[in-house]
């Protein structure tokens, strides 16, 4: 039976893989493409945003199709899992109130879940290099290493806001502006070179700006991280999941009253 | 009169706690001093905005609720413990804390070994997805490993009867199939406590069976300490040992099942004030058997069965051979008709407004009245009718013409001086529809011949009963109901004795009324009646049956304490000349526990 006070455990564990299965099960259940999507969704907005930026603004990058989906999938992995999670305990309220569960699960599931999407949209990236024929470096090794400060970063996040969004639910629709506008101020669709230089001084207490990079720099410029660029990564993940890990489990034992 | 709308607060007093000896057995759920406060915020908050702004006004202030205060309880292995208490008493908050789901406020909480919630069924069911799935990623919730669902997943599917629709998903499956599923899923392990709240009410007959031969065998084959949750007194004492009774978050009570299912059954969920219920507790505990033969039950398929009835009891104590006829349908021409009756001496049967019930002719073929009176045309009783009555009978029929009721009220008066003995000297006067209040004064109303008037609206009386009232021929009047203060002052300025009752429900104003009449110097000979107030058609004819035997009659509210006491008290206070006590009503109204109270106390007192 339940072992409630270890985090990983086997039953915890099982608990998580059944949730992510059922999600993958409802997200792609009765479309004829199926899981196809995943690849097919960043691959056509990619060519969307491309249209737009080529042919309106005319930045003069190299390769900016890949430019792009190489930052829109990664800061729609943060986007998105961060947003799921928000929600993930309003939603599961009525589980919540009847049964004895460990709630971070929840928040976490959601992240893990977008995790295994962006994995599938990377089939896409693939596809786009191969288009353009950039040759992956060994620095592509760097990736798991990229994905686990993301998933730290995230799930703080996610933790952090699923536990607020329960007491202030204005914080739901504040959200969604504020990714809008992260979306624009990340240097997804235009080059760092654009900003004035106080922008750029700036720009370094934006983590996703970091985590873009060095996405870039391993996939597409073949630049090898250094140890300073995974520092900050790292410390930015773990900081922002300390936060999100503590005020969460300050406000847990409150949950059923106000869900 | 009005409804009584305002809620007594249940009563929270602690009753008692039996003593178990059972300390050699292992404790299994041991609930100390718990209590949970809830804080109700004043206004709701869910917005920063509305945060900030009460913070910035210092008005941020909370409502404490108590949802349970200071509860303990012990659960021993193998009991079947049942919890029972209205709905809001704490029962499922109780629940909740002991499933671990709530943290409490204050106290502790110690649980012995896996519990299996069987909290509202099918809480985390999807309804996207299949039952297959749905029962891998229920069980998954419930905390069973992938391998215990592999090995048990037949015998989910055999339980809930769903293997021709594993893969369907379950938004296609009926309500009773996914309660089915839900409830296989979490009993299929088998946990050293099982909670139950309230389940056995979900599904059909046949599914409630089932259940609850599952729960039986996880108790007796497997000696699975049980904890249920209801408020269906029978079903606790069935299946269970022990109870506690909480109301309103206190304990009231803690003991064996049978023990508390009884005081339960007849204090739980009614209101009153703690004076009426430690006189109902006191009388129900009284070791007295009641006298089956005091208690006289007059029941019967409708109103016109009882009338019948009634009237076969009266007609013979009777001084004249008249019977009076009245509409049924028509409370408040039947209530004329009572007076009427008064006056005559007689007594009353009731009729529909277009035939005659087969009880009602044969009880009138069997009499060999002389003389009927019919109270009411056309629309209270009509032509019809009264040429049946004429087949059927060889008594001259006397038509009480009317055909509203401000007309018949003339025409019953006028009857009363015509054909019988005249009125006396008080008059009643109410509004059609106070029913409850006419029929608790019937005792005074037949002894005294005492008229029966109406107002009209605006609380006003008619020219005619004006004048009537002008030329003093009483020198009394009584108003039953909330009938105006201008119209009662108005006759006190005419040097009339207005005596003005007004209750604040039925029973309320039936203790009123059987008040006054007590210091009117009527006293209740050998009878006692008692009718729920939601039967008032069973009582429409009680007049005759309590004139002719000077019985009191008592509205009884089975919702509330206070009313069962009051009759208690009553009974106790005469029982010196009281033999019988009378329930009338059709069987659904009889409350057998009220009965064995009522008799319970008259034996007591004498």
């Known amino acids: 039976m339940a072992n ?207 985590y873009v990079t060095y996405l870039r720099d391993i996939a597409l410029w073949g630049i090898t991280p250094s140890l300073e660029q995974n520092l900050i990564c790292f410390a930015m993940g773990a900081v922002v999941l300390a936060i999100g890990y503590l005020v969460f489990r300050k406000l847990e034992k409150k949950f059923i009253l106000y869900v | 009169m009005s409804k009584n709308n305002e809620q007594i607060a249940p009563n929270q007093t602690y009753l008692k706690t039996t003593e178990f000896n059972d300390d050699q057995l292992e404790t299994m759920i041991e609930v100390s001093h718990v209590s949970m406060i809830f804080n109700m915020a004043t206004e709701q908050l869910h917005s920063l905005k509305e945060y900030a702004i009460s913070i910035a006004r210092r008005k941020l202030s909370f409502k404490e609720f108590r949802a349970l205060d200071d509860v303990s309880l012990t659960v021993k292995r193998g009991d079947v413990f049942g919890v029972m208490g209205t709905n809001g008493s704490g029962k499922s908050t109780l629940l909740k804390i002991i499933a671990g789901v709530l943290d409490p406020t204050k106290g502790t909480c110690e649980v012995n070994g896996t519990i299996a919630p069987l909290i509202e069924l099918g809480a985390g069911f999807d309804i996207e997805l299949t039952a297959r799935e749905n029962i891998y990623l229920n069980g998954a919730l419930l905390g069973y490993s992938k391998e215990f669902i592999n090995e048990h997943f037949d015998e989910i599917v055999n339980f809930a009867e769903i293997r021709p629709f594993l893969d369907m998903p379950l938004k296609n499956y009926s309500s009773g199939m996914v309660a089915r599923i839900a409830f296989a899923i979490a009993t299929v392990i088998i946990p050293d406590v099982l909670i139950v709240d309230e389940v056995l009410s979900v599904g059909d007959f046949m599914f409630q069976q089932k259940c609850e031969r599952r729960i039986r ?140 019930p087969e009880e009602a002719l044969n009880t009138l073929e069997s009499t060999q009245a002389s003389e009927l009176f019919v109270v009411g045309s056309d629309p209270f009783v009509s032509e019809g009718v009264v040429k049946e009555l004429a087949l059927h009978t060889e008594a001259t029929i006397n038509i009480v013409a009317g055909n509203t009721l401000q007309e018949l009220t003339l025409s019953v008066y006028r009857a009363g001086i015509d054909y019988g003995s005249g009125w006396g000297d008080t008059a009643v006067i109410t509004y059609d529809g106070c029913i409850g209040d006419v029929v608790s004064l019937m005792p005074f109303i037949y002894a005294n011949k005492a008229p029966l008037f109406f107002s009209v609206a605006n609380n006003q009386l008619t020219e005619e009963v004006s004048d009537l009232f002008a030329t003093k021929q009483f020198n009394r009047l009584i108003s039953l109901g909330g009938l105006s203060f201008d119209l009662i002052d108005h006759y006190k300025e005419q040097s009339f004795e207005v005596t003005r009752i007004v209750g604040s429900s039925l029973a309320d104003a039936s203790r009123m009324i059987n008040e006054w009449q007590t210091e009117q110097g009527l006293a209740p000979k050998d009878e006692v009646v008692v009718a729920s107030v939601w039967g008032l058609h069973d009582v429409l004819s009680i007049g005759a049956y309590l004139g002719l035997r000077g019985a009191f009659i008592w509205l009884e509210d089975s919702q509330s304490l206070d009313s069962i006491a009051n009759i208690l008290g009553f009974v106790q206070d005469h029982a010196a000349h009281l033999d019988q006590v009378t329930f009338i009503g059709d069987d659904t109204r009889s409350n057998k526990n009220d009965q064995q109270l009522i008799a319970k106390a008259l034996k007591a007192a004498r």
């Open chain 1, 4 to 210: 409630q006070t270890k985090l990983f455990s086997k039953h915890n564990w099982f608990i998580l893989t059944s949730l992510v299965s059922k999600d993958f099960k409802l997200k792609y259940r009765r479309s004829a493409l199926g899981m196809f999507w995943s690849v097919l969704n960043p691959f056509l907005m990619m060519c969307v945003l491309t249209a737009v930026f080529s042919f309106m603004f005319r930045f003069d990058i190299e390769y900016y199709p890949l430019y792009l989906i190489l930052g829109t999938t990664l800061f729609t992995l943060m986007g998105d899992s961060t947003s799921n999670a928000m929600n993930s305990i309003i939603d599961s309220a009525p589980l919540i109130k009847k049964i004895r569960i460990e709630k971070i699960l929840f928040p976490l599931e959601k992240v893990v879940f977008q995790l295994i999407n962006y994995c599938l949209s990377l089939i896409a990236v693939a596809v786009v290099m191969i288009f353009f024929q950039v040759a992956p470096t060994i620095n592509l090794l760097f990736l798991p290493l990229l994905l686990f400060y993301v998933l730290l970063f995230s799930a703080g996040l996610g933790f952090l806001l699923s536990a607020l969004v329960v007491f202030f639910r204005d914080i739901a629709h504040l959200w969604s502006v504020v990714i809008t506008a992260w979306t624009y101020a990340t240097p997804l669709f235009y080059p760092m070179s654009i900003l004035p230089d106080w922008m750029q001084s700036l720009m370094n207490f934006n983590p996703m700006y970091h």
């Open chain 2, 217 to 356: 065998s996880l108790i007796r084959d497997h000696g699975v300490t049980v904890l249920i949750v209801s408020h269906n007194s029978d079903q606790v004492e069935r299946l269970c040992n022990k109870a506690i009774w909480i109301e309103k978050g206190h304990t009231r009570m803690i003991g064996t099942a049978e023990e508390v299912c009884e005081i339960y059954r007849s204090i739980g969920g009614r209101a009153g004030s703690e004076e009426s219920e430690s006189l109902v507790y006191n009388v129900m505990n009284s070791p007295i058997a009641p006298d089956e033969e005091s208690v006289q039950v007059i029941s019967g398929k409708d109103r016109y069965d009882i009338a019948s009835q009634l009237f076969e009891q009266s007609f013979p104590l009777s001084k004249k051979t008249s019977v009076v006829i009245a509409s049924g349908e028509d409370a408040s021409s039947s209530l004329l008709a009572n007076a009427l009756a008064g006056s005559l001496e007689s007594a009353l049967l009731l009729v529909k407004h277009g035939s005659i």
